[in-house]
């Protein structure tokens, strides 16, 4: 006779939502707990919703196949409306090229469009000096925040229970369980496996089981003009990867986001109270560089302005799989809202069923490198060319900078 299986989720962001969800509707009794009450708090409220399914790296390629596949039972709040990738030079439009051709390999609807002739881009892209566009039909948006709460409901009527407001203080193995005591005394709650869905608090969740995996926050700008101003229909969004600059409409507002500054570490403790931080000052000259990339009309004022957090790896890879050293002790961190439907369903399958992870997300694939070269190749990767010495990055809430940050992804944060 089977027994069914107690798991505890440590976060309620879209990934421990999602996973949840995949758990509880696989039977197992789940409860998830997370250190915040309004939706607000976590990094996925912040997110701009961007789901691009072409990587180049395959496995996160699958991943976000599996998210579009399971965000469709969530139409309120996800839509499959494509998405373009525009080029300004030659060597832009080589990169391109190739891109289409290996998303074209995968399986994938990826077109090549010459331009600016191509009267199909949004209406507030600047046509003047694209060269060349890619097109992948099956990229979608999503409100990321609405498409959490809608996991969380279908999670529930499943079983699952949430319990906001009630931070995992202590994590310890105890007669072959795991224990989870919170800061309120009476509650305690046992399970047979823990996940870490964390986000950008896995460091300091990470420590309360005496675990230590190379995950770095950092800040990034995101900004909303006013609605209407100006007028936008809802349509694919647009990257321009030579500039580092992405945007999408938002129902009747339009959003443009930037990679192209140098980045910028959050410290712990300027997350205590959520993913929400100050606007940086020093973000507004690369937003002004950023709608340049936007027609003339289509530029504006911000109306909301975003200082989002997400996390960073030495590789741009998540870690989603078990613990080497902890029984029964998973971790699926460093996922932004494209893989993260995709994710809970692979780790979902791994723990009811036994099934395998991908190697490259392994847990202990950078055990016995340095924490300063791990934290350095990090950091780079924020912007893919990004070649600056990274161990000059200024430290968020440390003594170099009084600036706070917080962050986004152009394909899904």
Same mark, same amino acid.
């Given at each position: 006779?089977?027994?069914?299986?107690?798991?505890?989720?440590?976060?309620?962001?879209?990934?421990?939502?999602?996973? $949840?969800?995949?758990?509880?509707?696989?039977?197992?009794?789940?409860?998830?707990?997370? !250190?915040?009450?309004?939706?607000?708090?976590?990094?996925?409220?912040?997110?701009?919703?961007?789901?691009?399914?072409?990587?180049?790296?395959?496995?996160?390629?699958?991943?976000?196949?599996?998210?579009?596949?399971?965000?469709?039972?969530?139409?309120?709040?996800?839509?499959?409306?494509?998405?373009?990738?525009?080029?300004?030079?030659?060597?832009?439009?080589?990169?391109?090229?190739?891109?289409?051709?290996?998303?074209?390999?995968?399986?994938?609807?990826?077109?090549?469009?010459?331009?600016?002739?191509?009267?199909?881009?949004?209406?507030?892209?600047?046509?003047?000096?694209?060269?060349?566009?890619?097109?992948?039909?099956?990229?979608?948006?999503?409100?990321?925040?609405?498409?959490?709460?809608?996991?969380?409901?279908?999670?529930? #009527?499943?079983?699952?229970?949430?319990?906001?407001?009630?931070?995992?203080?202590?994590?310890?193995?105890?007669?072959?369980?795991?224990?989870?005591?919170?800061?309120?005394?009476?509650?305690?709650?046992?399970?047979?496996?823990?996940?870490? $869905?964390?986000?950008?608090?896995?460091?300091?969740?990470?420590?309360?089981?005496?675990?230590?995996?190379?995950?770095?926050?950092?800040?990034?700008?995101?900004?909303?003009?006013?609605?209407?101003?100006?007028?936008?229909?809802?349509?694919?969004?647009?990257?321009?990867?030579?500039?580092?600059?992405?945007?999408?409409?938002?129902?009747?507002?339009?959003?443009?986001?930037?990679?192209?500054?140098?980045?910028?570490?959050?410290?712990?403790?300027?997350?205590?109270?959520?993913?929400?931080?100050?606007?940086?000052?020093?973000?507004?000259?690369?937003?002004?560089?950023?709608?340049?990339?936007?027609?003339?009309?289509?530029?504006?004022?911000?109306?909301?302005?975003?200082?989002?957090?997400?996390?960073?790896?030495?590789?741009?890879?998540?870690?989603?799989?078990?613990?080497?050293?902890?029984?029964?002790?998973?971790?699926?961190?460093? *996922?932004?809202?494209?893989?993260?439907?995709?994710?809970?369903?692979?780790? !979902?399958? $791994?723990?009811?069923?036994?099934?395998?992870?991908?190697?490259?997300? #392994?847990?202990?694939?950078?055990?016995?490198?340095?924490?300063?070269?791990?934290?350095?190749?990090?950091?780079?990767?924020?912007?893919? *060319?990004?070649?600056?010495?990274?161990?000059?990055?200024?430290?968020?809430? !440390?003594?170099?900078?009084? !600036?706070?940050?917080?962050?986004?992804?152009?394909?899904?944060?």
């Amino acid at each position: 006779m089977s027994v069914t299986p107690r798991i505890a989720i440590v976060g309620a962001g879209i990934v421990g939502t999602a996973l $949840a969800w995949e758990l509880a509707r696989g039977g197992a009794t789940v409860t998830v707990l997370d !250190s915040f009450r309004g939706e607000s708090s976590g990094s996925t409220a912040f997110a701009p919703g961007f789901i691009g399914v072409y990587n180049d790296a395959p496995a996160l390629t699958a991943l976000a196949g599996t998210s579009v596949d399971r965000y469709r039972s969530f139409a309120n709040a996800f839509s499959v409306r494509g998405g373009w990738e525009l080029a300004t030079s030659d060597a832009g439009a080589a990169h391109l090229e190739d891109r289409v051709a290996a998303a074209r390999e995968a399986g994938l609807d990826a077109r090549l469009h010459a331009l600016p002739d191509d009267r199909a881009l949004p209406s507030f892209v600047d046509p003047r000096g694209v060269i060349t566009g890619a097109h992948y039909a099956g990229d979608a948006s999503a409100d990321p925040a609405i498409l959490r709460r809608e996991i969380q409901r279908a999670a529930t #009527a499943q079983g699952a229970v949430f319990r906001h407001g009630q931070t995992a203080q202590r994590m310890t193995r105890e007669s072959g369980l795991w224990r989870i005591q919170t800061e309120r005394a009476d509650t305690t709650v046992d399970a047979d496996h823990l996940v870490l $869905a964390t986000g950008v608090w896995s460091p300091e969740a990470n420590d309360r089981v005496g675990i230590d995996l190379p995950i770095y926050p950092v800040a990034h700008p995101y900004v909303y003009a006013a609605p209407n101003a100006p007028r936008v229909e809802p349509g694919p969004f647009v990257r321009w990867p030579e500039h580092h600059v992405y945007a999408r409409a938002h129902g009747d507002t339009l959003g443009i986001g930037t990679y192209d500054h140098p980045p910028v570490r959050v410290a712990r403790g300027d997350l205590a109270a959520g993913a929400g931080l100050e606007w940086r000052a020093d973000f507004d000259s690369a937003v002004t560089r950023a709608q340049q990339r936007l027609r003339p009309e289509a530029r504006f004022v911000p109306s909301r302005r975003v200082n989002g957090v997400f996390a960073m790896t030495p590789d741009n890879l998540p870690f989603l799989g078990p613990h080497a050293r902890q029984p029964r002790l998973w971790v699926a961190q460093a *996922i932004w809202v494209t893989h993260a439907g995709g994710a809970a369903a692979e780790l !979902s399958a $791994a723990i009811l069923r036994g099934g395998s992870l991908r190697s490259e997300f #392994a847990a202990d694939r950078f055990e016995g490198r340095p924490e300063r070269e791990l934290r350095d190749a990090a950091l780079r990767l924020y912007r893919d *060319i990004y070649a600056n010495d990274a161990s000059s990055t200024p430290v968020v809430g !440390s003594a170099t900078s009084s !600036s706070e940050g917080e962050a986004t992804a152009p394909d899904g944060s």
